[in-house]
């Protein structure tokens, strides 16, 4: 059955706990626990706490792989993936998401496929690596700060994460990138981009990666892995307007992804 969830990633910056709170408010069916820089993320009896009182799962847990999680849980990246695989496994998570390698880390770059694929075997849990982006300067130039790539689809991983916004940069077909991936795709954020070289995270419907769509075709071809909404509410003014924008990105996932039933 296909989990709809709340990153905690929404909600910042609010906590981690908040994040569970308005999980378990509006309806999601799970929670995607974003590793960083809130304390709570990082602890699993924490964790197992919110679980508990919310009676709300976790069904992934995103490892501390962004410029501004570098330094969390350690400097070392194989290290950050098994604390990861720790803490999924121990809150019952069957998914990692992972971002590739920096390319300035060559060495966990060159051993990243074989040693996501190492790690899946003997840990039991799905790392999902996602799609990223060249980093743009501007509409016409990029770089590519990957490697072994920003794409997925491009190398073997079995279980794979497609983000739209990050999509949205990269002007990547969505629906292509989720054919050329078939059963590999494990994990969806969904949000939307403009196609600006930020990335923006909106509301799934106000950008133009043609969410509604994107669900449709996943939904038609019986996708069963999970859904998490990941948008950017850091500038809503009040908790109000935080809470209307989580509630309207569930509500969209909820009607666009129910086509398979009709």
């Not at 304390?39 to 490892?63: D, F, G, N, R, Y």
């Not at 990223?132 to 079995?158: F, H, I, K, T, V």
């Not at 019986?222 to 509410?233: A, K, R, S």
Request: glycine letters at 8%.
């Amino acid at each position: 059955m296909t989990l709809i969830g709340l990153s905690t990633a929404s909600v910042y910056p609010e906590s981690t706990a908040h994040a569970f709170g308005y999980a378990a408010q509006l309806g999601y069916d799970a929670v995607e626990v974003m590793v960083g820089i809130d304390a709570l993320s990082q602890q699993t009896s924490a964790i197992k706490q919110l679980i508990a009182h919310h009676e709300m799962p976790v069904c992934a847990i995103h490892a501390p792989c962004l410029l501004w999680t570098q330094r969390v849980w350690g400097t070392e990246p194989w290290g950050k993936l098994e604390r990861s695989a720790e803490l999924a496994a121990e809150v019952g998570a069957g998914v990692v998401v992972v971002h590739p390698p920096f390319r300035w880390q060559k060495e966990y770059a060159a051993g990243f496929v074989d040693g996501i694929a190492a790690l899946e075997s003997s840990t039991g849990i799905a790392f999902a690596v996602e799609n990223m982006y060249p980093w743009r300067a501007s509409s016409r130039r990029g770089m590519e700060m990957y490697l072994p790539g920003w794409d997925p689809s491009q190398q073997p991983y079995a279980n794979t994460t497609i983000d739209l916004s990050h999509a949205a940069i990269a002007d990547s077909d969505v629906i292509e990138m989720a054919q050329r991936l078939g059963d590999r795709l494990r994990h969806v954020h969904l949000t939307d981009g403009s196609g600006s070289a930020k990335d923006e995270h909106l509301v799934p419907g106000r950008g133009a990666m043609r969410a509604d769509a994107v669900l449709a075709h996943l939904a038609e071809r019986g996708f069963d892995g999970h859904i998490i909404l990941e948008i950017n509410t850091r500038r809503c003014p009040t908790r109000e307007e935080r809470i209307a924008d989580l509630a309207e990105s569930l509500s969209f996932a909820r009607q666009h992804f129910a086509v398979r039933t009709t």
